[in-house]
């Protein structure tokens, strides 16, 4: 890559007069030596996927194996449907959009990772509903996966998505600030922006620990993906009126890395601490496994 911070693929992108998800597809096009149109084509079937998830996830009651988590997505899609919602229809239907794919990854069913398995809600929700709600053509929604990917990809590199590794900062954090990302390109923010939005997204999950009850990824991640969906949002609006961040978007994401480092491992995807660590968590551990999880 000719980048690996988000200033230098910024800058790159302000110098070649190109939005980030160009640089990024041909980035892709010059590693492995396939057509912008194959590249392309590629990242549409990704695109399927999403949207087939969001689609089963808010028209069904999507049930987990553990039986703990599902259902929600459907109540939240209902109800922002019937003009209900105090965010308004863009911001719900994002969120019941993230719910519904976290819950289809919690039912076993088929997912993207961005970047995870456990924050796989929070790019496609915010995506498929921009793109209802403002009626952009799906080619342009597959264009913009690629700036949140250049985002992702910066942030795997100089830190870390990983629950296991980082806390839930770093799986949610990673994607919110990929979803924001997106969003500001698709709106016509400059590539400064983009990264902005990043930072913006980013920084507001610094220090979210990763406590899966029962060691599933359902109990509070599913959640967690609905708040992300709605955060980036937030940080891509943030962006678009001009709002910067005091400490630039690169010293965030390092800074994420050594939350991730300092933060206990019992906070780190090991359902040893924080919400895990309750007694109804440890209840709903006893009832799944017995004696012999721990």
Do not use: W
């Not at 109800?79 to 719900?92: E, F, I, M, N, R």
């Not at 913009?144 to 990917?149: D, K, L, Q």
């Not at 937030?234 to 010293?251: C, F, N, Q, R, W």
Request: net charge negative.
């Amino acid at each position: 890559m000719r980048f690996s911070t988000l200033r230098e693929l910024s800058d790159l992108a302000a110098t070649e007069n190109k939005p980030i998800s160009q640089i990024m597809i041909e980035e892709q096009m010059r590693e492995t030596g396939e057509s912008r149109a194959t590249i392309l084509s590629k990242m549409g079937l990704q695109f399927e996927v999403m949207e087939e998830a969001v689609e089963q996830g808010v028209t069904a009651t999507v049930r987990s194996h553990s039986g703990l988590t599902g259902g929600d997505a459907k109540k939240v899609y209902d109800y922002q449907k019937d003009g209900k919602s105090v965010l308004g229809s863009q911001a719900a239907l994002a969120m019941s959009m993230a719910l519904a794919v976290s819950e289809v990854n919690a039912a076993m069913g088929r997912v993207v990772a961005t970047p995870t398995a456990g924050s796989c809600g929070i790019l496609p929700g915010v995506l498929v509903s921009i793109g209802r709600v403002h009626n952009i053509p799906k080619e342009t929604l597959i264009q913009s996966m690629f700036t949140a990917g250049a985002i992702g990809y910066v942030i795997a590199n100089n830190a870390s998505i990983s629950g296991a590794g980082g806390g839930c900062q770093a799986e949610t954090g990673s994607a919110t600030a990929m979803a924001a990302g997106s969003v500001v390109e698709l709106f016509g923010g400059t590539p400064e922006q983009v990264i902005i939005s990043a930072g913006l997204a980013l920084k507001n999950v610094l220090g979210l620990v990763c406590d899966p009850v029962a060691g599933l990824v359902e109990v509070p991640c599913i959640i967690r993906n609905g708040f992300a969906a709605v955060a980036a949002l937030t940080a891509a609006d943030m962006a678009l009126a001009g709002m910067k961040s005091v400490i630039p978007p690169d010293e965030v994401v390092s800074a994420m890395y050594h939350v991730g480092r300092i933060m206990p491992v019992e906070l780190r995807e090991t359902a040893l601490g924080g919400l895990a660590d309750t007694p109804t968590a440890k209840a709903i551990e006893k009832k799944l496994y017995g004696n012999e999880f721990r």
